[in-house]
Structures are given as structure tokens and as C-alpha cells.
């Protein structure tokens, strides 16, 4: 499994149903939607700032996220964005991979 940062902005027809329906419908919307993709969802936080909601999730590959992501921002309620994230194990895996670079100009 490989986990993943949803962020979302509603829009102006996503906000209006979220005020009918409230929050906590939503997050059980989203974790049967995970679930149902084989996933777990870790959690679900509304936010104050650059986007309305943030989901942390473990999914079982990428092509799962880019399915969910693409099916929640077609119905049109929420701009959504996938980010994935890495263990601090996978970061040292990554930093002692050993890469043969030139920068500009040297």
C-alpha cells in the first residue's frame, strides 16, 4: 500500500451540498469510496487556508489515487489534487541512491 495527501477546494455547488448534507456525511461519503477502492483512510480534516479538506489515505497503488481523484473532481463538488507521500524510510532508501549529475555551466 502507498499512502496519500487528497487535498481538496470546494466549489460553489460542492459547498451549498455540504451545507445541506454537513461534514460528517462526507467523510463517511469518502471512506466508504476508499474502502470500496481498497484502500484505508487514515484521515479526514477540514481546513482553514489554501483548501477546504485534507485526506490522508493508504491506497493500493497510484493508478487507484489518480481513479479517485478523477471520479470525485468529475462530479463536479470538489477541485481535487493527489500528493504522494513517503515514509522516513523510503526518504533514506532515496537519499542513498546515488545519482551522476552535472549542474548548468559546470
Known amino acids: ?5 487528497f487535498t481538496a477546494t470546494y466549489t460553489v455547488e460542492g459547498i451549498n451540498g455540504l451545507v445541506k ?7 463517511e461519503v469518502i471512506q ?3 474502502e470500496n477502492a481498497g484502500g484505508r483512510m487514515e484521515s479526514f480534516d477540514f481546513g482553514l487556508g489554501p483548501y477546504d479538506v485534507y ?3 493508504d491506497l493500493p497503488d497510484q ?5 479517485l481523484a478523477a471520479t470525485i ?3 463536479g463538488g470538489l477541485d481535487t489534487r493527489i500528493n504522494p507521500l513517503l515514509s522516513p524510510q523510503d526518504m533514506d532508501e532515496a537519499l542513498q541512491m546515488r545519482m551522476a549529475y552535472r549542474p548548468p555551466g559546470a
Open 1 to 5: 500500500m502507498a499512502r496519500f495527501l
Open 21 to 27: 448534507e454537513g461534514g460528517a456525511s462526507r467523510v
Open 32 to 34: 466508504a469510496l476508499v
Open 55 to 57: 485526506v490522508i489515505c
Open 63 to 67: 493508478q487507484t489515487a489518480v481513479a
Open 73 to 75: 473532481r468529475a462530479a
